[in-house]
């Protein structure tokens, strides 16, 4: 065991904490934000622009950004977006106060807090594995529990008190997530500096992020990593669309009933990221992966034919396992496997592939209830998650996955960790 092992999850600890800070003011802000909005204007096509704003910065500068964390020092690039987010929030937090808010401004609010947490999360995704050594036992029980906690706070905890803050007023909701992000930049710019990649002098910014995204697109195992979330976009997103029609009008579940069925899926998520890292052990990471995948198509198949509100709520626990693991696994591997030096690149990459699928998926949802049944997206969403699970199974295989960890420790030399037994249970804890 290396002395940088040993040190490791002190840093980690200030990360976790920074990260779940800021996943709590972002529960907050995503349950008040749609609600602000509804309190300036009742057009659902206004609505749903302040929506989408968030998101319009993945699909314009995905790779881009990521090309920028590559060249920037990753902490200093998380400390400073999420300064710059809070100091953000007191603007509308300002017109609210003054009675001068709009839908525009919103709109904008939510495309810079967009921006700020595309690089923020690629440069966390960037950073993660230098902290951590790149090991892949620890990657993978890191993911476990910064998947938890953004799953409790964001999806239990915020939301809820997003809801109650906004009762004292507009400004406190978004004054409480302005004050989340100002201390996750604190607790960020006290973590331990890490050595910046060594810069692709001779490269322009373009050929930088077109390196990136090449080098998924050549890697099979890196291209069926990228393939499961962007799938499982269309298919979620589509099932999302039509989600609460079909609780309504098949289940019979009012707007309380239909409150527990999502929060049974969020706690599917959380037991599945727990579990992750023992699947991992006991399967392989790839046939971990596999059937992960295969899990939540036939989990969405299970919610398609479900007969009562009981056996839906079981299947999207079952589906939120699926997810939860799956988001713990990819990412974790990705780290373990991606040079330093084009880590933001493709961690950009493979995220703007899963947010470019997610209108596809809601415009599909929508077009197949209209044109046939409200059961129908489901079913489709089904049959879409098994097909890509049966297409990428031979790209994230366990051998294929071997054989980018052997690449990646002698890659990095002989103490590279990957080079060392993943599974050694002497590390001591994360946090």
Same mark, same amino acid.
């Given at each position: 065991?290396? =002395? ?17 800070? +800021? ?5 907050? =802000? ?67 106060? %003054?009675?001068?808010? /709009? ?11 967009? &921006? ?7 440069? $966390?995704? #960037? @950073?993660?594995?230098?902290? %951590? ?15 938890? *906690? ?12 997003? /809801? ?19 201390? =996750? ?28 995204? =090449? @080098?998924?697109?050549?890697?099979? %195992? ?7 979330? $962007? ?12 989600? *609460? %029609?079909? $609780? ?42 596999? !059937? ?17 509100? @009981? ?7 079952? !589906?939120? *396992? ?6 713990? &696994? ?25 947010? !470019? *699928? ?13 044109? @046939? ?33 052997? #690449? ?10 990957? +080079?060392?037994? +993943? ?9």
């Amino acid at each position: 065991m290396t =002395s940088g092992v040993r040190k490791s999850p002190i840093g980690f600890g200030r990360l976790w904490t920074a990260q779940t800070v +800021s996943s709590l003011g972002d529960g907050v =802000s995503h349950a008040a934000l749609p609600l602000i909005a509804l309190t300036l204007t009742r057009d659902p096509m206004a609505l749903a622009v302040v929506t989408a704003a968030g998101t319009l910065p993945w699909l314009l500068f995905g790779v881009l950004g990521g090309a920028l964390v590559d060249r920037w020092d990753r902490r200093r690039t998380m400390w400073v977006m999420d300064a710059a987010r809070a100091v953000l929030l007191v603007i509308p937090a300002a017109a609210a106060a %003054l009675d001068g808010l /709009s839908i525009p401004l919103l709109a904008s609010v939510a495309f810079l807090l967009g &921006l700020g947490g595309l690089f923020f999360d690629t440069a $966390a995704t #960037a @950073y993660l594995p230098e902290l %951590l050594g790149r090991a892949p036992a620890l990657l993978e029980r890191a993911n476990a529990r910064l998947r938890g *906690a953004q799953t409790a706070m964001s999806g239990f905890a915020g939301p809820p008190a997003g /809801s109650a803050l906004l009762a004292l007023g507009r400004t406190v909701p978004l004054l409480a997530d302005a004050v989340s992000f100002l201390l =996750s930049a604190l607790l960020v710019r006290s973590l331990p500096a890490m050595p910046r990649p060594v810069p692709e002098i001779r490269e322009s910014l373009l050929q930088q992020a077109r390196a990136g995204a =090449s @080098y998924v697109f050549r890697d099979r %195992l890196l291209l069926g990593l990228a393939l499961r979330p $962007a799938v499982g976009n269309i298919a979620f997103l589509a099932v999302e669309t039509v989600l *609460a %029609l079909f $609780a309504h009008d098949r289940l019979g579940i009012d707007t309380y009933g239909f409150g527990l069925l999502l929060t049974a899926e969020a706690t599917g998520g959380l037991l599945g990221a727990g579990v992750a890292s023992h699947l991992g052990r006991l399967l392989g990471t790839g046939t971990a992966l596999t !059937c992960t995948a295969a899990v939540e198509g036939l989990a969405v198949l299970g919610l398609a034919a479900a007969p009562n509100p @009981y056996v839906a709520g079981l299947a999207l626990a079952v !589906c939120g *396992a699926g997810m939860g693991a799956t988001m713990v &696994l990819g990412p974790s591997l990705r780290q373990a496997v991606v040079p330093a030096r084009l880590m933001g690149r493709v961690a950009s990459t493979s995220r703007m592939l899963a947010m !470019c *699928a997610a209108p596809v998926g809601a415009f599909l949802g929508g077009w197949l209830a209209t044109t @046939y049944d409200i059961r129908t997206p489901l079913y489709a969403a089904a049959g879409l998650l098994l097909t890509m699970t049966a297409v990428t199974r031979s790209m994230t295989s366990n051998r294929r996955v071997e054989a980018a960890l052997r #690449a990646a420790a002698a890659a990095g030399g002989p103490d590279h960790p990957a +080079s060392r037994d +993943s599974t050694q249970e002497s590390a001591p804890g994360l946090l």
